[in-house]
């Protein structure tokens, strides 16, 4: 609950947000910032990076729904927010 978003909420709250990206498509979210502010574009180092393999392939099927069922909020606002990024990057 860090946003104070809830499933009536979050549309109104991550609408109040400047800039929207993508981690999983970063370079392409940071080129999009960029644009937008009107500065060129920069390399994004990768500082955090691990090199172990996720440990999701070790989850059963009802740890994974398990897992889903108790983040289910932060899917659809995640699947939302990929959305509006799409929406964003594709007026440009």
Same mark, same amino acid.
């Given at each position: 609950?860090?946003?104070g978003c809830d499933s009536?909420? @979050?549309i109104k709250i991550v609408?109040?947000?400047f800039f929207i990206g993508i981690t999983?498509? %970063?370079k392409y979210s940071?080129?999009?910032l960029a644009r937008m502010i009107d500065k060129p574009s920069m390399t994004v180092p %990768? %500082?955090?990076a691990t090199h172990r393999?996720?440990?999701a392939h070790e989850m059963d099927d009802a740890e994974i729904a398990h897992f889903k069922e108790i983040n289910s909020l932060d899917y659809v606002i995640y699947e939302y927010c990929q959305?509006? @990024?799409i929406s964003q990057t594709e007026q440009l």
């Open positions: 609950w860090v946003m009536e909420n @979050f609408y109040h947000y999983e498509d %970063l940071v080129d999009y %990768l %500082l955090n393999q996720s440990m959305q509006r @990024f």
